[in-house]
């Protein structure tokens, strides 16, 4: 079997054994050596007696590999990679119907590798969060069940997490393994990424050649979905009519059937917009109108830090104070690093504690999104600092920190253009 030798090893390794000891009185060591690279296939005696010393049981090594089951497996993953989200919903209760004690661990560890990329697609981020553990855990063993849908899937898990610097490392390896194959959905996430990298011609690009197979494909959801990252891109680029031109659009095709997790990130665009022209009524009102929407907390994240920002705007102090304890509290049950810093240096902002904001924006803020590569927030973040050792007439300190944004920036740029 294919994941034989891998499992072998890995189990060997962890429960600290050499090659020697696991094949005392089983194999030579030679044996075990070629069972580990997979160069030959061991009998079952060989793997059951292996299997009782790792402690692991024989028959996820000894069963055979039922046809039907690995074809069912491939099929969910295939629609999980189309976003074919109705057909992946049926197989995902097909193939939960499955005894994974008694499946041989190639199709087990297949079957959870595409339970994890089918939860990113339903946004179930909190299991997502209990099978990535697994799945980091195992990482060499789920490479080597499928390297293209292990890579594409932590790419995605880790734009969800805000980790935009290592999911585009993951996403650019998904597409090295099949560069003669074009993937929508993976454009999609590469168009995302580096537009929170501020990457914004690379990001284009991708969302324009993912819109063009699924207009092909006439698949009407997905190309909303490009229509959105384009859009977006314009407004972060300060191109705001033309944006709003777009979302407007966007907005006339809102309907019943209209995908929810598009309607929020349309509003949430478009309140964006109403912000930078100070019309924060009608920025309140789409934002609020989001989180009438019935989905997944997680994406509504974005609209609750803005509207609390809004409210910080419009000295209604306690209002934003509501929604940044709310904001919180889905943060960290979702373990959402990123807006526990968005918000923890908003409500240091609100209680104007100069001293502390600094403290925190130095020594946490900053570092995180230079780590993550939150190009917009990062530079946000620099001006923020400079701004208020300003404020508390720190003035040498204040200019160096405006230096240095300047200097980060530049080298971010460069660092998007070296790695595009």
């Not at 891998?6 to 050499?18: A, E, F």
């Not at 046809?67 to 099929?75: L, R």
């Not at 946004?123 to 990535?132: N, T």
């Not at 020594?363 to 001006?383: E, H, M």
Request: aromatic share 10%.
């Amino acid at each position: 079997m294919k994941l034989d030798g891998k499992l072998i090893k890995w189990h060997r390794n962890k429960n600290r054994l050499t090659q020697e000891q696991l094949a005392e009185n089983i194999c030579s060591v030679t044996q075990l050596s070629k069972i580990e690279n997979n160069q030959i296939k061991a009998n079952d005696e060989i793997l059951v007696a292996i299997a009782q010393r790792l402690k692991i049981p024989e028959m996820k090594l000894t069963n055979s590999i039922e046809p039907n089951h690995e074809e069912m497996v491939h099929q969910f993953l295939t629609a999980i990679h189309e976003h074919d989200i109705p057909n992946a919903k049926k197989l995902n209760k097909k193939i939960s119907e499955l005894n994974c004690d008694e499946l041989h661990y190639d199709i087990e560890f297949l079957c959870i590798l595409a339970q994890f990329g089918y939860l990113l697609m339903m946004k179930e981020l909190r299991q997502a969060d209990e099978l990535h553990e697994l799945v980091a855990e195992y990482d060499e063993i789920f490479e080597e069940v499928d390297p293209y849908s292990f890579h594409k899937f932590i790419g995605d898990y880790l734009i969800n997490k805000g980790f935009f610097i290592d999911a585009r490392s993951h996403l650019l390896q998904a597409k090295s393994l099949i560069p003669d194959h074009e993937d929508p959905e993976l454009y999609i996430l590469l168009a995302v990424v580096n537009s929170h990298l501020e990457n914004i011609l690379t990001s284009n690009g991708y969302a324009r050649r993912a819109l063009r197979i699924l207009q092909e494909k006439l698949y009407y959801s997905r190309i909303i979905e490009c229509e959105i990252i384009l859009s977006s891109n314009h407004t972060f680029v300060n191109e705001y009519n033309v944006a709003k031109e777009q979302l407007d659009r966007l907005v006339s095709l809102i309907d019943q059937k209209f995908d929810p997790n598009s309607t929020v990130k349309i509003y949430f665009h478009l309140s964006l917009i109403h912000v930078v022209s100070r019309n924060f009524e009608e920025a309140i009102r789409l934002l609020n109108k989001n989180l009438e929407l019935n989905v997944n907390q997680t994406e509504l994240m974005h609209s609750r830090y803005l509207l609390a920002h809004i409210y910080y705007l419009m000295r209604e102090e306690r209002k934003a104070f509501d929604l940044i304890e709310k904001g919180e509290s889905i943060a960290k049950e979702h373990e959402l690093n990123y807006y526990l810093v968005k918000f923890k240096v908003l409500k240091l902002i609100i209680e104007e504690k100069e001293k502390e904001l600094v403290e925190y924006l130095t020594k946490r803020a900053i570092p995180f999104f230079r780590l993550t590569g939150q190009a917009f927030d990062l530079r946000y973040y620099y001006q923020l600092l400079g701004h208020t050792l300003y404020k508390m007439k720190k003035y040498k300190k204040a200019a160096e920190i405006f230096m240095a944004a300047d200097e980060q920036r530049k080298r971010f740029l460069e660092y998007n253009l070296t790695e595009s």
